[in-house]
């Protein structure tokens, strides 16, 4: 079933029509033809049923007399009458307590009667006979009954020329049919296959000002109103979609010079920015070493004239000197990793955290903290910028733990949402979370300068290297509870 409607999908729409037209006209004539077949069945049966009451009736007429007085060569001749008949195969008299009287049956025929009556009934058809029973009246009393059998296959003969008739009409009627249906499919298939021709042509030539002619104003001619409709919509559209393109393309050749603009002051401020950082390195370390210097002679060697006064006064401009050398140190430090592209590759983020914390209890080798750091670690980035980072998070952590005899610090990493996020806690002096925004702001400090030293720009520069590896960092902590920055990496 699935092939057959298969293959009807793959015949064209004009040939579709003819066997649908063909299909209906087939199947109406076969309606048609069966109807009139059971008809003429039924008339015949009518006819073959009145001519046996009327034989029966002519015939158990006759033989009242042979039955009133019981005789039997009486009864059997009047039932030889129906020899004349040639459809009567045999016929039977009863009498009144039903006893079979006389038979007749026709030369060659090969029947039994019954022996006894059957029970009334009209015309009853099977097996291409036709029996009837009816009751035998004399002077409104019954004396008998008459039985009648007779063929009835002068129906097959009537019925295969009725059929050979219904199949030449039929026949007829299709060729008839063909040729009419030929000529009236155009009137529906010539206007679906103009315009489908039609938009096998716009979709070749993408022509949207090519439009379909209505032939009709049915369903058809809405059909073609309605593609034209579309396509003056698709030509609209196609109209403010090649004026979008022109503008965004003027607007891309602006934005392209607009970048080029840009770069060149990019270019320009970087140049800038290296010369303010070789001036910053060069021109104000020097001012800065010559006060501290002549300020540590001027105490070697004359500190034993100097009052206290004076004592504190040149400590005062020595501390200011080497501050202002670490703030260049850590600007310096913030704008190369600002400019420093990140070079990524697979990253032992443990063995990173092990350096530096090795390094750190080098420089400080009389004191003692608690490292914890999680081995196997990998991390995909830029392990140049990455070990800053670290450097700058346990440097932290080393300076706000300075207060506790066991001091601890540790690294490792859990999972949130399936992302891996990085950390580094200390059991150190914390910090108030409502000020927890103002950590990664340069040169903002939530501690006294004289209880922890440092110059507010190390979290920020953690802040630019997490940033440059698409990454986010964040810091949760108590007062006097440690602190823990979490940070992912992208």
């Keep these: 079933m699935i092939g057959l409607a298969s293959a009807f999908g793959r015949i064209p729409l004009r040939w579709k029509v003819v066997v649908i037209m063909l299909g209906v006209a087939a199947i109406s004539l076969v309606l048609a033809g069966a109807g009139l077949l059971l008809y003429e069945r039924a008339g015949f049966e009518r006819e073959t049923e009145r001519k046996l009451v009327l034989l029966a009736d002519v015939i158990g007429l006759n033989s009242t007399a042979a039955l009133a007085f019981k005789d039997v060569a009486a009864g059997t001749e009047t039932l030889a009458a129906l020899s004349s008949d040639e459809h009567v195969v045999a016929a039977a008299l009863y009498d009144t307590k039903g006893g079979l009287f006389a038979r007749y049956l026709r030369r060659g025929a090969d029947h039994s009667l019954p022996e006894s009556a059957p029970p009334l009934s009209n015309a009853t058809f099977g097996d291409g006979e036709a029996s009837l029973v009816r009751t035998i009246v004399l002077r409104g009393q019954p004396v008998g009954k008459m039985y009648l059998l007779a063929d009835t296959t002068g129906w097959s003969a009537t019925m295969w020329g009725f059929i050979g008739i219904l199949a030449i009409l039929f026949v007829a009627v299709l060729v008839v049919g063909l040729f009419v249906s030929i000529w009236l499919q155009r009137l529906i298939t010539d206007p679906i296959a103009e315009l489908a021709q039609l938009t096998r042509r716009i979709g070749q030539e993408r022509d949207y000002t090519l439009r379909a002619v209505p032939h009709t104003e049915d369903e058809l001619g809405v059909l073609v109103h309605g593609f034209n409709d579309m ?260």
């Design 231 to 490: 396509l003056d919509e698709i030509g609209k559209r196609r109209g403010e979609l090649e004026r979008a393109h022109h503008e965004l393309y003027q607007l891309n050749e602006q934005l392209e010079q607009r970048v080029h603009v840009r770069t060149e002051q990019l270019e320009i401020a970087n140049k800038e920015l290296e010369a303010f950082s070789y001036s910053v390195s060069h021109d104000l370390r020097a001012p800065l070493r010559a006060i501290d210097g002549f300020s540590r002679i001027l105490l070697d060697d004359h500190g034993a004239a100097l009052d206290a006064g004076a004592h504190d006064c040149l400590d005062r401009v020595r501390n200011a000197a080497q501050r202002m050398s670490m703030l260049i140190d850590d600007l310096l430090m913030l704008a190369r990793v600002t400019r420093a592209e990140a070079v990524r590759a697979e990253v032992d983020f443990s063995a990173l955290a092990r350096q530096v914390a090795d390094a750190l209890q080098a420089q400080n080798p009389d004191r003692r903290v608690r490292f914890a750091l999680t081995p196997g670690l990998k991390v995909h980035g830029d392990a140049r910028l990455l070990r800053i980072a670290l450097e700058n998070l346990f440097e932290n952590a080393w300076k706000f733990t300075g207060g506790r005899t066991e001091a601890s610090i540790e690294f490792g990493m859990k999972s949130e949402d399936s992302t891996p996020v990085y950390f580094v806690r200390d059991n150190g002096a914390g910090f108030d979370m409502t000020y927890a925004g103002k950590l990664f702001t340069p040169f903002q400090r939530l501690h006294m300068a004289e209880e922890f030293p440092g110059t507010g720009i190390g979290l920020a520069t953690v802040q630019r290297i997490i940033h440059k590896h698409n990454g986010r960092i964040w810091a949760e902590g108590a007062v006097d509870q440690g602190a823990t920055f979490y940070f992912r990496v992208g």
